[in-house]
């Protein structure tokens, strides 16, 4: 296998730690590049599965019996864990939910309707998945208020001027990714909270990308929010997490009702349980919270900068390679941008490289990655996009670049 070895990261051995990636896929050996759709689960993780599930499984936050507390125990670990991993202050400060989108509707109900009133605006940008773009239209829509969009250029960067120039006192949040999956494009996230919270604004980061990615730290970023999705943090399907700073988390009111986020419950009125469970209604995911926190340990022990560095180094590979090919634009050339290679090719529609790349057992995404304003900006109906994680190599990207001469040969 062909591949760098960086100091204290070896590929060949993360790779071995990953087992789906020993299957094969059209009768090739798989070479999975779909990672920011969602990224494949270390052995460890599924260990912790299993294991909660046959040696640990009862309801959390309300027996008194040993199973449990020893449950709760590891939930609670888990929540720790995520506090770690993301340095936030305080454990209160991390609510587990579904997924990102789950997080951010959170806040969009949450936050918005404390905070969003009629002629009101929640600023974003030209680059969100869908998952930060539509719950603050239903917001706008639900309280009369605006959506504003802060434009991105030709190389999908954010104009971080016309951003500012955006801001006003009728501003009452900005919401923004850390990492747009479509471009790759790494947002200067701190300057943007930094700029945000000069006019009094409190910030939302969607980090589902960036979290996997690099080292995230939301006390240096000072974001008032932070989304994550435990199944690209190498985590299972179904857990996800919402950081929020506990002064701006404590005066919000509840999202969903139910059990476990109450104190008291009369007819007449009910009261809300402490930071974080007033936002965790009903039996949560344990399985999934301590699944995740085995991945958090397990990204921790191969160490995200590690991986990081290996990432930058294919980027580099691949981005040199495509770029090679004749008929291929990249699409999303910023200066700071992660592990995406996304690509159209002329006189070839993606969904057509999909297939053709798929038959070699090359599994990347085609289409609009839930981002579709962000094709509008580029002129294109979709594009084929190849995205990077810890255990791709290059051979993997050896292998794309030779499906896509296939593809080449179909269409010539
Ligand atoms: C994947 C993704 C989301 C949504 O994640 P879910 O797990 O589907 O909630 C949101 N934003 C970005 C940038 C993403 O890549």
Same mark, same amino acid.
């Given at each position: ?43 460890? *993780? ?121 801001? +006003? ?60 999705? +435990? ?27 139910? +059990?476990?986020?109450?104190?008291? *419950? ?80 002329? +006189? ?13 057992? *090359? ?50």
């Amino acid at each position: 296998m062909t591949s760098v070895v960086a100091a204290g990261f070896d590929v060949a051995q993360v790779r071995a730690d990953f087992p789906l990636l020993r299957r094969q896929a059209r009768g090739r050996p798989l070479v999975y590049l779909d990672n920011a759709a969602t990224t494949q689960k270390p052995q460890v *993780v599924i260990d912790s599965i299993t294991r909660y599930y046959t040696e640990i499984n009862a309801n959390v936050h309300r027996g008194v019996h040993e199973l449990s507390e020893v449950a709760t125990e590891a939930y609670e670990g888990a929540r720790v864990k995520v506090r770690v991993f993301f340095n936030a202050r305080e454990t209160r400060e991390i609510v587990f939910t579904r997924n990102a989108t789950e997080s951010i509707n959170l806040v969009a109900h949450a936050y918005g309707r404390q905070h969003v009133q009629k002629d009101d605006e929640v600023v974003i940008s030209a680059m969100e998945h869908h998952s930060n773009i539509v719950p603050w239209q239903l917001l706008c829509e639900r309280q009369g208020a605006r959506l504003r969009v802060a434009p991105i250029d030709d190389r999908g960067e954010l104009m971080l001027d016309a951003f500012e120039a955006l801001l +006003g006192p009728r501003t009452k949040l900005v919401a923004i990714t850390h990492m747009s999956n479509a471009l790759g494009t790494i947002t200067p996230a701190a300057e943007i909270v930094r700029i945000a919270h000069a006019h009094g604004i409190p910030v939302l980061l969607d980090g589902s990308q960036a979290a996997y990615h690099m080292p995230v730290d939301v006390q240096a970023l000072d974001c008032d929010f932070y989304a994550a999705t +435990g199944h690209k943090l190498y985590g299972p399907t179904g857990i996800g997490v919402l950081y929020g700073k506990a002064s701006v988390l404590t005066d919000l009111p509840p999202f969903l009702g139910g +059990g476990d986020m109450i104190a008291s *419950v009369t007819f007449e009125k009910s009261t809300w349980n402490v930071l974080p469970y007033k936002f965790e209604a009903g039996t949560p995911d344990i399985a999934g919270a301590i699944g995740l926190g085995a991945a958090l340990d397990y990204i921790t022990s191969v160490g995200l900068e590690n991986a990081a560095r290996h990432e930058q180094d294919l980027l580099a590979y691949g981005t040199e390679a495509l770029t090679a090919i004749p008929g291929i634009r990249m699409i999303g050339t910023a200066a700071h941008k992660a592990s995406i290679l996304s690509f159209v090719m002329d +006189g070839v529609h993606p969904h057509d490289i999909g297939t053709i790349v798929d038959r070699e057992g *090359v599994a990347i995404r085609t289409g609009h990655h839930c981002a579709q304003p962000v094709m509008d900006r580029f002129g294109v109906p979709a594009t084929a996009r190849a995205s990077l994680a810890m255990y791709n190599t290059r051979d993997d990207v050896d292998a794309l670049v030779r499906a896509l001469g296939r593809v080449r040969e179909v269409f010539a």
